[in-house]
């Protein structure tokens, strides 16, 4: 058995599937073929299934029959890892009676969002991959689903809405098709927590206006995932951290700890905060499975929520460097001609290590470069051609492992590392001594040459914009230094651990 992460959380990521057959699950068979990756041929057979029952839709946009696969538990046949109806109960006992008497409704709350996140993220992988099928599929699935997320943005009920955006949060295709209504449900709620003072808030009783660690995680997980108002996702996040049980789970308010809430606030936390220990929640969880494995929090997502724990366990095996949540990029902060982050994101960046203290203070490498000679290549062959060179860099900045690029300006750009990352240098130090080669086979062997200046400096997480403006000063004179570099490029290193104001130069800039 694989060793877990720490804390002594002992499943392991090669542990065999639960005994319960995910293909008699009908409620979830996105989810299920989700699991099968690698293997996409029951994906592929599930979308070919789903487009045989097209024809059958119904046109009414209300009807349980609007989509070409189950929707509702309520008529839905229950494989034998579903706990019999007459034993669903609600996860937080406080809405027990709710679920009895609008039973419907209750449990639609919970399986409409996951189901409809999950088709389309399957759906739109295998479309992207040339499946025909699924691309039927998705364009009939599609104008549906963004009536039914349009409802969520309406704000009726904090839990279902946030509940459905982090639904997105986790599943980027998903995400992508459904932007507008996952910004709409973004912004309403971020402005409500803004004004109950940086925390996610109920709207209904039995919870109405109380502080919920349920939609504080779901309304981060959702900020994170977009973009934008960084402050209040590490807010957001601090404050679910501070409210983890002994055991290691979450519950809300003053209700015992269940597993829905115990998931999200880990899968937030497992990617923002370095120093949360993820072996109790773990354990936690597997406590509560089945002799089959089966995780249950009400009882009609015993398999999707099963699925949902072990890729939480998966992912929280990984180093915190390798799991590290990067915020998404809104569109206004994307440089257009690269495809990269504008500088703005970097703010955005050090907004959200601000509030979370473990993020505020772990080291993060930073690296900043320019191109030796693109100025002549410019005068030479247009900017059309500058252009394309930018284009180039940026595809092979994107490329470096574990860390984010920044267009800055001009030629200038930055890199910045997973907090806890502790090779950037040498990646970056490989990616400029294979440069010339790389831009001469896409450029031509009589191109002129292109080389890059690089400096580097770690650190803490709170000091991001300090550690930009001090490259930026180390960039120049690395510059001076070097106005013709040899092929190879050059690259030095900053300590900045001196004061901002009083570093030493570059070690000379010398060719590394």
């Not at 299934?49 to 538990?73: C, H, I, K, M």
């Not at 492992?401 to 001009?410: F, N």
């Not at 001594?433 to 997480?461: C, I, K, N, Q, Y």
């Given at each position: 058995m694989a060793p877990g992460p720490a804390g002594g959380h002992d499943r392991g990521v090669e542990d065999p599937a639960p005994a319960f057959d995910f293909r008699s699950e009908p409620l979830f068979g996105a989810a299920?073929?989700?699991?099968?990756?690698?293997?996409?041929?029951?994906?592929?057979?599930?979308?070919?299934?789903?487009?045989?029952?097209?024809?059958?839709?119904?046109?009414?946009?209300?009807?349980?029959?609007?989509?070409?696969?189950?929707?509702?538990?309520?008529?839905?046949?229950?494989?034998?890892?579903?706990?019999?109806?007459?034993e669903w109960r609600a996860w937080r006992p406080s809405e027990d009676e709710v679920c009895r008497r609008e039973p419907g409704r209750f449990t639609a709350s919970l399986v409409l969002s996951p189901v409809l996140a999950d088709s389309a993220e399957l759906l739109g992988r295998l479309a992207d991959g040339g499946d025909e099928a699924a691309a039927k599929v998705l364009a009939v699935v599609l104008p549906v689903a963004r009536r039914d997320f349009a409802r969520y943005a309406e704000m009726n009920h904090a839990w279902t809405d946030t509940w459905a955006l982090w639904q997105l949060a986790r599943r980027p295709r998903a995400l992508r098709l459904l932007h507008p209504f996952a910004l709409a449900l973004a912004d309403g709620y971020a402005a409500r927590a803004e004004a109950a003072g940086g925390v996610g808030t109920g709207s209904r009783f039995p919870f109405h206006e109380r502080p919920l660690v349920s939609v504080s995680a779901q309304l981060a997980a959702g900020l994170l995932a977009l973009g934008g108002r960084q402050r209040l996702a590490g807010r957001l996040a601090a404050w679910v951290a501070g409210r983890s049980r002994p055991d290691g789970a979450w519950g809300d308010a003053d209700e015992p700890p269940d597993p829905l809430t115990t998931l999200v606030a880990a899968d937030l936390l497992g990617g923002l905060e370095p120093a949360w220990d993820p072996g109790p929640t773990l354990r936690w969880i597997d406590a509560r499975r089945r002799p089959d494995g089966a995780l249950v929090a009400m009882g009609p997502e015993a398999a999707w929520l099963t699925l949902a724990a072990d890729e939480l366990a998966e992912r929280l095996s990984r180093p915190f460097p390798a799991r590290f949540r990067w915020p998404g990029l809104a569109v206004e902060q994307r440089d257009r001609r690269t495809g990269l982050p504008f500088l703005g994101y970097l703010a955005d960046l050090a907004r959200l290590f601000a509030?979370?203290?473990?993020?505020?203070?772990?080291?993060?490498?930073?690296?900043?470069?320019?191109?030796?000679?693109?100025?002549?290549?410019?005068?030479?062959?247009?900017?059309?051609?500058?252009?394309?060179?930018?284009?180039?860099?940026?595809?092979?900045?994107?490329?470096?492992?574990?860390?984010?690029?920044?267009?800055?300006?001009?030629?200038?750009?930055?890199?910045?590392?997973?907090?806890?990352?502790?090779?950037?240098?040498?990646?970056?130090?490989?990616?400029?001594?294979?440069?010339?080669?790389?831009?001469?086979?896409?450029?031509?062997?009589?191109?002129?040459?292109?080389?890059?200046?690089?400096?580097?400096?770690?650190?803490?997480?709170?000091?991001?914009e300090a550690g930009r403006d001090l490259l930026g000063i180390e960039i120049a004179r690395l510059k001076a230094a070097h106005p013709k570099p040899p092929g190879g490029g050059v690259q030095a290193a900053v300590d900045a651990h001196r004061a901002p104001w009083n570093l030493p130069r570059p070690n000379g800039g010398e060719p590394v």
């Open positions: 299920v073929a989700l699991a099968a990756l690698p293997d996409e041929r029951p994906a592929r057979a599930l979308a070919a299934e789903w487009l045989g029952q097209v024809d059958r839709l119904s046109v009414n946009p209300d009807s349980l029959n609007r989509y070409p696969f189950w929707v509702d538990a309520r008529f839905t046949p229950l494989p034998a890892h579903v706990p019999p109806r007459a509030e979370v203290p473990s993020l505020a203070g772990a080291p993060v490498e930073l690296a900043f470069l320019d191109l030796a000679g693109f100025g002549d290549w410019n005068n030479a062959f247009g900017m059309a051609a500058g252009d394309e060179v930018l284009r180039f860099l940026a595809s092979e900045l994107a490329a470096v492992p574990g860390a984010v690029a920044v267009r800055d300006g001009g030629d200038e750009f930055l890199l910045v590392a997973a907090p806890g990352d502790d090779g950037l240098p040498e990646r970056v130090r490989q990616l400029r001594l294979g440069f010339p080669a790389r831009f001469r086979a896409r450029f031509g062997e009589g191109a002129l040459p292109v080389a890059m200046r690089v400096v580097t400096t770690r650190v803490a997480g709170r000091d991001l």
